[in-house]
């Protein structure tokens, strides 16, 4: 597949290069990724696959939106291949993204031997892409494609984004990247969704369960379809705002994720942002969060038998569990008690009920169901917070009292 091989030096380089900026979380670093708009956590390969980033961001001119990283092989139809490429850069042919470059990134401790090269051009293989790199922030090996080796040859000329799309010496075709959401044979595919949407639901999620859950993520963060204002009994929406990236915290800690952002006014006239996101909890369990203003309302988490299951159809219930300040737990009765004083539908017997979704088909913000679905959630996180903040005025009150 190759020819030759020239080592080339880029330590001195990466010296100069920022570092990401570390957070804790859970008692564990993470690390911003501006690419997949999320963080992760920040292992040594990690640290590096940031730096090779902004390195031929910086250095050679790729535009930020031809930058894809982490990508499965899968999403371009080899259904039974595990692997993943570390970063792929495109270039724009006509109305389609295509593969242009594949980058291999490993640890400074990881040397970039035969068998990390073998890697990285088997991927470019698969790709069909004119240029393979590997990189561990100390080497680097660039290798471009030649059409009269019908293969990879190493190079050490490194070219500018602007010199690498004008090659064409790879007559197959490059891999095109895929942008739209799953397809319904993609959502029932439970290989594909454990491998593409693991940064959203947890690895010990149900198999059961992971197909509504992907559902209604791509649902969440799909902007072809919007929630129109309307009036409902507990409140009025006023916009769909989108997507944003916000930070919200619980007593579990503090949360900066993507969430679907709708503007409301509550039944008292506040007016309230509330936001939507799936992710997992401790790369284990998977929790749908809604956010009200800047603190949880809110921690769903989907896994504790909280998704019942009938054929497509998949309905929602909650326990009633509830945390009152810092540690603290409310009474799920008083909760419950609450809830049929101010929205007695969201409780059938004994059971808070927060919809039915019907998942033969893919999920939409305006279809009725789903609609249905937000108005429930909505009303039920808003009365968790009317029963919070009535536990809070007890508590003042008591101190007070004790005072006195």
């Known amino acids: 597949m190759k020819c030759g091989r020239i080592d080339m030096r880029v330590d001195k380089i990466f010296r100069f290069i920022p570092s990401s900026k570390i957070y804790l979380k859970e008692g564990k670093e993470y690390l911003y990724d501006p690419y997949r708009d999320k963080f992760v956590i920040a292992t040594p390969e990690e640290k590096v696959r940031q730096k090779v980033l902004k390195y031929f961001r910086w250095r050679f001119g790729v535009p930020k939106r031809h930058f894809n990283v982490e990508v499965h092989m899968s999403k371009f139809g080899y259904t039974d291949n595990k692997e993943r490429a570390d970063i792929?850069?495109?270039?724009?042919?006509?109305?389609?993204?295509?593969?242009?470059?594949?980058?291999?990134?490993?640890?400074?401790?990881?040397?970039?031997?035969?068998?990390?090269?073998s890697q990285v051009l088997r991927y470019a293989k698969y790709l069909n892409s004119e240029y393979a790199f590997a990189i561990n922030g100390i080497d680097l090996q660039c290798y471009n494609y030649s059409a009269k080796k019908k293969g990879y040859i190493a190079y050490n000329q490194l070219k500018t984004y602007r010199k690498m799309i004008q090659s064409f010496e790879n007559a197959l075709g490059q891999a095109k990247v895929k942008n739209t959401r799953a397809t319904m044979n993609e959502l029932n595919n439970l290989y594909y969704l454990r491998k593409n949407y693991d940064t959203y639901i947890g690895s010990m999620t149900p198999d059961e369960d992971v197909v509504i859950i992907a559902n209604i993520t791509d649902c969440l963060y799909d902007m072809s379809k919007k929630i129109k204002p309307q009036v409902f009994e507990y409140f009025t929406l006023?916009?769909?705002?989108?997507?944003?990236?916000?930070?919200?915290?619980?007593?579990?800690?503090?949360?900066?994720?993507?969430?679907?952002?709708?503007?409301?006014?509550?039944?008292?006239?506040?007016?309230?942002?509330?936001?939507?996101?799936?992710?997992?909890?401790?790369?284990?369990?998977?929790?749908?969060?809604?956010?009200?203003?800047?603190?949880?309302?809110?921690?769903?988490v989907l896994d504790d038998k909280s998704i019942l299951i009938n054929g497509f159809e998949y309905t929602f219930v909650h326990s009633g569990k509830i945390a009152v300040g810092r540690g603290g737990s409310g009474k799920v009765s008083e909760l419950k008690e609450l809830i049929k004083n101010r929205y007695p539908n969201l409780i059938i017997n004994t059971t808070i009920m927060l919809g039915t979704l019907v998942g033969n088909d893919r999920l939409y913000m305006d279809s009725k169901d789903f609609v249905s679905f937000l108005e429930r959630i909505i009303t039920y996180s808003l009365i968790r917070d009317e029963y919070r903040n009535l536990k809070s005025s007890e508590s003042r009150k008591a101190v007070i009292n004790t005072q006195n």
Do not use: M, W
């Open 238 to 300: 006023l916009d769909d705002c989108g997507i944003r990236r916000k930070e919200f915290g619980n007593p579990g800690g503090i949360y900066n994720s993507k969430y679907r952002v709708l503007s409301i006014v509550d039944d008292c006239g506040r007016k309230c942002e509330v936001g939507f996101s799936i992710d997992h909890i401790y790369d284990e369990k998977t929790a749908l969060n809604v956010a009200i203003n800047q603190h949880h309302a809110l921690q769903y």
């Open 88 to 117: 792929l850069i495109t270039r724009q042919i006509g109305s389609e993204d295509r593969i242009l470059a594949v980058i291999e990134c490993k640890a400074e401790y990881v040397p970039i031997d035969d068998s990390v090269v």
